[in-house]
């Protein structure tokens, strides 16, 4: 079974778009959503572990310009 994590996001003024279009080219990316509220985005990633997920938000979404904060929760079920 895949670990799942829900990233919650906030961007840069003006970047949200921007970051979108990043995001859904990353492997591993389920979905990607603008949202109201603190965070601009929420994506949900899947991977084969906690490492994994660890790699990906640290190695790939951290590196995306115009993100200036995040918080990963894990999935406990689904």
Do not use: W
Not at 10 to 21: F, I, L, P, Q
Not at 65 to 74: A, E, F, K, N, S
């Amino acid at each position: 079974m895949a670990t799942r994590a829900f990233v919650l996001i906030e961007t840069a003024v003006g970047k949200t778009r921007d970051v979108v279009a990043a995001l859904n080219k990353l492997e591993g990316m389920k979905s990607v959503d603008v949202v109201t509220g603190p965070y601009d985005i929420i994506a949900v990633i899947e991977a084969p572990d906690l490492g994994s997920i660890g790699d990906m938000v640290t190695g790939r979404v951290h590196t995306i310009g115009g993100i200036q904060r995040t918080v990963t929760c894990l999935a406990v079920s689904h």
